[in-house]
């Protein structure tokens, strides 16, 4: 969490933050994520988790909530 709060102050110092959680390998933190982006007013993220797309049927996009609530940062 310290990382990503420091990498959006200096984006923002540098002029804006993308505002979108990027994870190419989560594991071990995939409860906690939602809701530590949503403190940070990140709405989206591109993630791969062991799933590949010729496993899925249909859409790739998908609602990922967290039980937590965070206050932002």
């Known amino acids: 969490m310290r990382n990503l709060l420091y990498g959006t102050r200096i984006a923002v110092k540098m002029g804006h933050s993308m505002k979108v959680g990027y994870l190419p390998d989560i594991f071990g933190q ?34 990922w909530k967290s039980h937590l609530l965070m206050a932002r940062a």
Request: overall charge negative.
């Open 30 to 63: 995939k409860t906690y994520l939602p809701s530590i982006f949503k403190g940070f007013e990140i709405d989206f993220s591109i993630l791969q988790c062991g799933i590949y797309t010729d496993q899925l049927k249909e859409d790739l996009n998908f609602t």
